[in-house]
């Protein structure tokens, strides 16, 4: 007997032959394919290599690794707004447009309407990440992306209708604009999916924090810089976090702090749950600096001291005595470690990934967000909400004023946000 993949999938999906959600899901996809797609408006600040626009254009346009097999773009971008375009080759841009036949349009309202003057589009991806864009006295790049936003909600108030939208990476620079958007989306009745990759990527081991968990506190050690690889580690450390008992009620304080300073305010006896969660984190990372080609250094606080004298942390209350503690340090990858409150145990695992610079064209970190995105636009319902990356803006936002102002802490009464999430959000596998 001969037949095609679909016929087979459906066939075996309704027998119950098999019945694991993957396969239901398969099917789904397969039959998705003989529909229209949705249409989605995609608006980046710049696309060259390894810009996040370059990686989510690619993926959304030709399709991404998922589930051990390649997996072909689910929406289509109808429209394209590109605000910069570098000199000679360093601009992907125009050429990109022309490889995957897409249409550039000179504004983002043009971009929503297709030239109409009324919201054609069916979901909305805003990539502001990379660029030649104005730096605030603090040192934070303005990226667009409140601006960007703030025209798109334009379009849906004239319109008569709104359509999700997808933020990458924080919301902004300021409070007052962070909150503007979440409560533009709510006021608007449209699904706003915002955040990092770090979430939705592979974790090892593949743990999730137990839902309604007794936590203590969470600590995530990273690398890279303020206000852009801060983002990262602190939703690594929320999507845990998030999950205690009571959910997440908003924070009180930051305090961050830099290199001896830093390292000082470990020492103090307060800090000892700190200290041992930051241990246990940096035994996931897979690029310590240890000794030699075998592990001839023990790691310990004294040890991390050492090796990693010039680093960042955020020292962050919550409104319900719960701590985030975020380090970014000499290593190359993100490691969470939380401890729980009911039995002591510390519950620690990387989230991994794997760059796509390493070859690998069916795994790597933008193809689970990029999943996330057309899921969003497909259904009308976001993985997790806004309030998350509202949250860790507001951490980053803090985090930044207490280094301009020279390491003191600084009071945040109106980060009071308070989220929940459900048993089943085991949003990150794949």
């Known amino acids: 007997m001969s037949t095609n993949r679909r016929t087979f999938l459906t066939r075996l999906s309704a027998a119950g032959a098999l019945?694991?959600?993957?396969l239901a899901r398969a099917a789904d996809d397969d039959r998705a394919t003989d529909k229209p797609r949705k249409k989605i408006a995609f608006l980046g600040t710049v696309v060259h290599t390894h810009s996040?626009?370059?990686?989510?254009?690619?993926?959304?346009?030709?399709?991404?690794?998922?589930?051990?097999?390649?997996?072909?773009?689910?929406?289509?971008?109808a429209s394209v707004y590109i605000d910069q375009f570098p000199q000679g080759d360093a601009d992907?841009?125009?050429?990109?447009?022309?490889?995957?036949?897409?249409?550039?349009?000179?504004?983002?309202?043009?971009?929503?309407?297709?030239?109409?003057?009324?919201l054609a589009v069916d979901g909305v991806v805003i990539i502001a990440e990379h660029?030649?864009?104005?730096?605030?006295?603090?040192?934070?790049?303005?990226?667009?992306?409140?601006?960007?936003?703030?025209?798109?909600?334009?379009?849906?108030?004239k319109s008569g209708r709104a359509v999700p939208v997808f933020n990458d990476k924080h919301l902004s620079t300021t409070w007052k604009e962070c909150a503007?958007?979440?409560?533009?989306?709510?006021?608007?009745g449209f699904p706003f999916f915002a955040g990092s990759s770090l979430p939705v990527t592979r974790r090892l081991p593949a743990l999730?924090?137990?839902?309604?968990?007794?936590?203590?506190?969470?600590?995530?050690?990273?690398?890279?810089?303020?206000?852009?690889?801060?983002?990262?580690?602190?939703?690594?450390?929320?999507?845990?976090?998030?999950?205690?008992?009571?959910g997440e009620v908003g924070i009180v304080s930051v305090h961050a702090l830099r290199n001896e300073a830093m390292w000082k305010h470990l020492e103090h006896p307060d800090r000892e749950d700190t200290r041992r969660l930051m241990v246990s984190a940096l035994t996931r990372s897979h690029n310590l600096p240890v000794s030699g080609g075998?592990?001839?250094?023990?790691?310990?606080?004294?040890?991390?001291?050492?090796?990693?004298?010039?680093a960042t942390a955020y020292f962050i209350e919550h409104r319900d005595g719960f701590r985030t503690s975020m380090f970014l340090v000499g290593i190359q990858d993100f490691n969470y470690a939380g401890l729980r409150a009911d039995n002591g145990e510390i519950v620690s695992t990387q989230m991994y990934l794997p760059m796509p610079t390493h070859g690998s064209t069916t795994a790597d970190f933008f193809h689970p967000l990029a999943r996330h995105?057309?899921?969003?636009?497909?259904?009308g319902k976001v993985p997790y909400p806004a309030d998350r990356t509202l949250l860790t803006s507001g951490m980053v936002i803090a985090g930044v004023e207490s280094l301009h102002r020279g390491g003191v802490l600084v009071e945040t009464p109106e980060m009071a946000v308070r989220y929940s999430v459900g048993k089943e959000s085991t949003y990150w596998r794949d």
């Open 52 to 77: 996040h626009a370059q990686h989510f254009l690619d993926r959304l346009a030709l399709g991404y690794g998922w589930r051990g097999q390649w997996q072909n773009p689910r929406l289509e971008i």
């Open 373 to 379: 995105i057309e899921d969003t636009v497909l259904t």
């Open 180 to 188: 503007e958007m979440v409560a533009d989306s709510r006021r608007l």
């Open 92 to 118: 992907l841009g125009h050429q990109r447009v022309k490889k995957y036949g897409l249409k550039l349009y000179p504004s983002i309202e043009d971009a929503l309407t297709l030239g109409t003057g009324k």
């Open 294 to 310: 075998y592990y001839t250094d023990k790691i310990t606080f004294q040890w991390a001291r050492q090796k990693f004298a010039n």
């Open 208 to 246: 999730d924090m137990p839902h309604g968990v007794a936590l203590k506190e969470s600590v995530c050690v990273a690398y890279g810089g303020v206000d852009s690889y801060d983002i990262h580690a602190l939703e690594t450390a929320q999507c845990m976090s998030e999950r205690r008992k009571g």
């Open 131 to 157: 660029g030649k864009y104005p730096r605030n006295e603090k040192g934070q790049t303005r990226y667009p992306r409140y601006e960007w936003f703030k025209k798109c909600v334009a379009v849906f108030e």
């Open 19 to 22: 019945a694991t959600p993957w």
